[in-house]
């Protein structure tokens, strides 16, 4: 795609002219407090995003982020750009209409687990499914938080809440095996203490065109801390945390001690002194079943935790092919506006009896 200036354009945006002054990280910063509890891992969200919005060289004007209702809903009054703190769970819909009818903008999304995934599950799948050009954030500190610390679609078995004084009997979801699900074209897992991999893997969703879903592990420090420390302390990161990169063999630890190897259709650990150098894995992020395999490497239990894009796929947006579609219609002599609305079967209701009338 390329824009009036004669530039392309990122993920949908247009970029700066060259003569414009080079913007900087405040730039993007707005005037209202920043009003989330000390320790929260919303503030390293924010700061990663203000870092790279002007290394895109976006126009401000030209982004809009859309939240619904949590904590990290608050994202958009801290950035100085357009932006929207809308309903529980529709971000995603309001998302998808705002793209489709403004192809100049780009669109980012700014939700959290509960979000997202109960109330506004059915708006992301088919945001996802279309492939709507918007970049979603999806915060996960698999609790509400906002609410005062009820159990969330993304905690684990046998969580202890307000809301599950007994232990949760639910069995969460596992937010990128449901995105890769519904055909995501770009999926990714990132946590908020790692900066260096945090900004680049959000830069990368909004370079991306199309549906990008990134899901950000978040430390909650009130009603839900430490629940990641075991990726963060680095003993226990060394054997758990597992960075990918396309086209590089998937090995971690100190000086790659660790392999992904393939076990019959899945994934496993190993050695990397046990296994030959071919056996060891190579990330291919177009891969789909391989994706679906390191999204499920493992699940709640934090064990073995893949970083980075898992998949990253092109085809066709469905904002694109929706205003192509009208663009054709129009160009072909399409019906007037105003006879479409007006036309086909009318009804008019007089002292209580219905007659039927067909327009031309």
């Known amino acids: 795609m390329s824009t009036d200036l004669g530039m392309p354009a990122v993920g949908g945006l247009d970029l700066v002219p060259a003569a414009d002054a080079p913007q900087k990280a405040k730039d993007y910063t707005s005037d209202q407090e920043v009003r989330w509890c000390p320790g929260c891992g919303d503030y390293a969200v924010l700061a990663a995003v203000r870092s790279f919005l002007p290394a895109l060289s976006i126009r401000r004007e030209n982004a809009v982020f859309i939240s619904g209702i949590g904590c990290s809903s608050r994202f958009?009054?801290?950035l100085d750009t357009y932006g929207m703190h809308s309903i529980h769970g529709r971000a995603p819909a309001i998302a998808t209409g705002l793209a489709?009818?403004?192809p100049d903008l780009s669109v980012f999304v700014v939700t959290g687990d509960?979000?997202?995934?109960?109330?506004?599950?059915?708006h992301l799948v088919h945001a996802l499914r279309r492939n709507v050009n918007i970049t979603i954030l999806l915060f996960d500190n698999r609790i509400y938080g906002l609410t005062k610390g009820q159990y969330s679609p993304t905690s684990e078995v046998?969580?202890?809440?307000?809301?599950?004084?007994?232990?949760?009997?639910d069995a969460p979801f596992n937010p990128l095996a449901l995105a890769l699900g519904a055909d995501a074209t770009f999926v990714a897992r990132v946590m908020d203490s790692d900066r260096k991999g945090l900004t680049e893997v959000l830069e990368a969703a909004a370079r991306h065109r199309g549906a990008s879903l990134v899901q950000i592990y978040q430390d909650c420090p009130i009603f839900n801390d430490g629940s990641f420390d075991v990726l963060r302390r680095p003993d226990d990161a060394e054997s758990r945390v597992?960075?990918?990169r396309h086209g590089e063999p998937i090995t971690f630890g100190t000086d790659g001690r660790w392999a992904v190897v393939r076990r019959g259709f899945g994934l496993a650990v190993a050695p990397a002194a046990e296994v030959a150098p071919e056996d060891v894995v190579v990330h291919d992020a177009t891969d789909p079943g391989l994706a679906h395999a390191l999204a499920r490497l493992s699940d709640q239990d934090l064990e073995h935790v893949v970083l980075g894009v898992l998949r990253q796929v092109s085809r066709p947006t469905y904002d694109d092919l929706a205003r192509a579609q009208v663009a054709a219609a129009v160009d072909a002599g399409g019906a007037d506006l105003r006879a479409l609305v007006h036309g086909g079967d009318t009804w008019t209701?007089?002292?209580g009896a219905v007659t039927t009338a067909a327009q031309p």
């Open 242 to 244: 597992i960075a990918v």
């Open 158 to 169: 046998g969580k202890v809440t307000k809301s599950t004084p007994e232990g949760s009997v």
């Open 100 to 102: 489709t009818s403004r």
């Open 114 to 122: 509960g979000d997202a995934l109960s109330i506004g599950g059915n």
């Open 76 to 78: 958009p009054y801290y």
């Open 349 to 351: 209701v007089r002292d």
